[in-house]
């Protein structure tokens, strides 16, 4: 139990303090409940050509539906769940459950649109998380549809070398994308280094395309920078038509992901559901 620090007579610890630490306490119990009973699901987001709002792919998000039926997104769980090592397990479950409903999504969709897995900086640099990750999408027959979303900050923050995925995902035959491209420091430089198959181009820099004229240049020039790079270049997080208006007016950014096309949503609950 937390207690208060005294020296000198002055307290050292703030009530704000002891209710931050029960209630980090209790979600960690919850969390760890949460595992027990596999409370942990995959929603969906697709992603568009942007043009014919055809799908082409899906990214898989983790929601936490807890015993209420609440459900909890990544932001309320994520970090903690990270620190007290839970998160490998988790991708698991996600991805168990997307795999389990390829049959079904094949149906709906076609064969050819692909499937991303986000992968967050701790877990690329284990081999043991991602030889499994490896070996989970290979069993489904259909690496070749798989993605593996790496954020721009994990390529910046760790050393390529020990980016245990890469080797690995590359000779399964997973492709590599950058996720959150374009908010660094250093976005550039990432580029030299590493040979991906989609660059995701961070939402804040298509939310103020409206108001600030030079992110249509800068986004007009990640487009043909990826693109000549042998990259599908996305953009993510669009909310609104004019949004999508200047993209495809003056960018030539053709494919993108935003709650103005589909939310993510639970295959669980996806129209349907998923039969046997
Ligand atoms: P991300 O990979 O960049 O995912 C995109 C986030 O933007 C998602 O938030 C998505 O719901 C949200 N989004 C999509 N379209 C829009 C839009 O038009 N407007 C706005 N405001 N937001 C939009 P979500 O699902 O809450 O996930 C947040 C982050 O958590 C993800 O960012 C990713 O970094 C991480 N994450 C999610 N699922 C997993 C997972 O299974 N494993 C790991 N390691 N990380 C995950
Ligand atoms: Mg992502
Ligand atoms: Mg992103
Ligand atoms: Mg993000």
């Not at 390529?155 to 690995?168: E, K, M, R, S």
Request: one cysteine or more; a negative charge.
């Amino acid at each position: 139990r937390a207690k208060a620090t005294h020296k000198g007579g002055v307290t050292f610890f703030h009530p704000s303090m002891g209710r931050e630490m029960s209630e980090r306490m209790s979600l960690e119990q919850q969390l760890r409940e949460a595992l027990a009973k596999r409370e942990f699901q995959c929603a969906l987001q697709q992603k568009v050509d942007l043009r014919t709002r055809r799908v082409v792919g899906f990214e898989a998000l983790v929601r936490w539906v807890d015993s209420h039926g609440t459900i909890h997104p990544p932001a309320r769980f994520l970090k903690l769940a990270s620190e007290l090592d839970m998160l490998d397990d988790i991708t698991a479950i996600v991805l168990d459950n997307l795999c389990e409903a390829l049959p079904w999504l094949d149906r709906g969709f076609g064969a050819d649109v692909s499937y991303s897995i986000n992968v967050s900086p701790v877990q690329a640099t284990r081999s043991s998380f991602v030889r499994q990750l490896v070996r989970r999408i290979a069993d489904t027959g259909r690496a070749r549809n798989f993605l593996l979303e790496l954020t721009e900050e994990t390529f910046l923050a760790t050393d390529v070398f020990q980016l245990q995925c890469l080797p690995l995902i590359r000779a399964a035959g997973i492709g590599l994308s950058i996720d959150d491209f374009g908010t660094g420091y250093s976005s550039l430089a990432i580029l030299a280094d590493i040979t991906a198959d989609e660059l995701k181009v961070d939402r804040s820099l298509v939310a103020s395309i409206g108001q600030r004229p030079r992110n249509q240049g800068i986004l007009r020039a990640i487009e043909s920078l990826g693109t000549n790079l042998g990259m599908t270049v996305v953009a993510e997080g669009i909310e609104t038509a004019e949004e999508k208006d200047y993209l495809l007016g003056s960018t030539g950014l053709a494919i993108g992901q935003g709650y103005l096309f589909h939310r993510p949503q639970l295959i669980s609950e996806m129209v349907g559901g998923v039969p046997e």
